[in-house]
């Protein structure tokens, strides 16, 4: 990429070790005014925000420094790239667990079948197999997908 011509209100680094004390190389300053066809008032700040120098100096002494706007672009759209997949994902899980429901309500034999968790002891952490839980499920997980979508 060819470098431009320096202008006003430009962000620039200093290259070269100017005989300005206060300065040296990677400085950053900004151009308040054009003084001729290589001449440039630059002024520097502190970390504090105050003014270290204002100096006038010759184009070659520093680089201007360029926003890649493409490149800040692609960074702003990958969250909202991931949350868009995130969302379709639990928009997916969501349904398939609904349909998980509708099936064991379809295969719910007579009386209320049980799916216990591991050893549980009888009437600890079970699960009735009439598909409510997935429905449950299934609704949260859509929920989430809607939410995650704006």
């Known amino acids: 990429m060819p470098a431009r011509k320096p202008k006003q209100w430009d962000t620039v680094a200093l290259t070269d070790a100017v005989s300005k004390p206060g300065l040296r190389p990677g400085q950053v300053g900004t151009i308040l ?5 290589n ?3 630059v002024e520097f700040l502190d970390a504090n925000r105050d003014i ?10 520093f680089l201007v420094l360029q926003l890649d706007t493409d490149a800040l672009q692609k960074r702003m759209e990958a969250p909202a790239t991931i949350r868009r997949y995130l969302s379709l994902s639990l928009l997916i899980l969501g349904f398939v ?9 379809g295969q719910k034999a ?7 968790a591991g050893r549980a002891q009888p009437g600890f952490l079970q699960i009735p197999a009439d598909g409510s839980i997935f429905h449950v499920l299934g609704l ?4 989430i997908a809607y939410f995650l979508k704006k």
């Open 33 to 37: 005014s054009v003084s001729g066809d």
């Open 39 to 41: 001449e440039y008032q």
């Open 52 to 61: 270290l120098q204002i100096c006038s100096l010759p184009a070659e002494a």
């Open 97 to 105: 667990s609904i349909l998980t429901g509708l099936y064991l309500v």
């Open 110 to 116: 007579e009386g209320t079948a049980l799916i216990s």
């Open 140 to 143: 949260l997980l859509i929920g």
